[in-house]
């Protein structure tokens, strides 16, 4: 069965802190996402990576980096958060045309 | 730029009707079309996928079509059951990008 896992489904963190969200997938897949979920907005894409070491900006950048070290994990970092980060995140991971398969998510809140 | 649009916005209907659901884009020029169901405060889990190429997909009561042409594509779901209360949220793949819709939620009343 294909799997997509967060580090973590809750996380509450404080203003300026420096924030880790890391996703892996079993299924060797090349393509991996992070999105983000807002109500009234739907899922805006942060980064993507199609690679090893390969980044590619999202829709919405901007406060957020990646590192992608390894072909399973890819790794969202806030490098200072803020209170307009709240939100829910989600990873996704995918081979060429196939399916997307999306880990459980992980809402932030940030105080 | 791409945009995904789903119409109606939020559905009502009582157990064992069959419904459609519809997901717009403006472009044309997409690698496939994904349909996913998410639950409240969960991730997303496809569906559906149909390839450029395809027509329709069909997977169970759920059955998809793509008419690439008009940039449209509907799910019907066939007799509702409460199960499927949820969002209802389409995907268009370009080269490495999904642009998703806003989704329809969907209530399925017993």
């Known amino acids: 069965d294909v799997k997509v896992t967060q580090s973590s489904r809750y996380l509450v963190k404080r203003t300026g802190e420096k924030v880790f969200l890391e996703c892996v997938q079993d299924m060797d897949h090349e393509n991996m996402f992070w999105y983000r979920q807002d109500p009234g907005l739907g899922l805006r894409l942060i980064y993507f990576?199609?690679?090893?070491?390969?980044?590619e900006k999202g829709d919405i950048p901007e406060g957020y980096s990646v590192s992608r070290e390894k072909k399973e994990r890819f790794s969202l970092i806030l490098e200072s958060a803020s209170t307009n980060q709240t939100s829910m995140y989600l990873c996704?991971?995918?081979?060429?045309?196939?399916?997307?398969?999306f880990g459980p998510g992980t809402r932030l809140l940030v105080l | 730029k791409q945009e995904v649009t789903q119409i109606p916005a939020a559905l009502s209907v009582p157990e064992g009707e069959n419904l459609v659901l519809n997901c717009s884009f403006t472009?044309?020029?997409?690698?496939?079309l994904q349909w996913f169901r998410q639950d409240p405060g969960k991730g997303l889990t496809s569906l559906l996928l149909?390839?450029?190429?395809?027509r329709e997909q069909t997977s169970g009561r759920l059955n998809a079509s793509l008419d690439k042409s008009s940039g449209r594509s509907t799910l019907y779901i066939a007799a509702s059951q409460p199960g499927d209360s949820a969002t209802y949220l389409c995907a268009v793949k370009g080269t490495y990008k999904y642009i998703f819709g806003t989704g329809t939620r969907l209530k399925v009343l017993a």
């Open positions: 996704a991971s995918t081979q060429g045309q196939e399916t997307q398969y």
């Open positions: 472009d044309s020029a997409i690698y496939n």
């Open positions: 149909i390839q450029s190429s395809q």
């Open positions: 990576s199609y690679d090893v070491k390969m980044k």
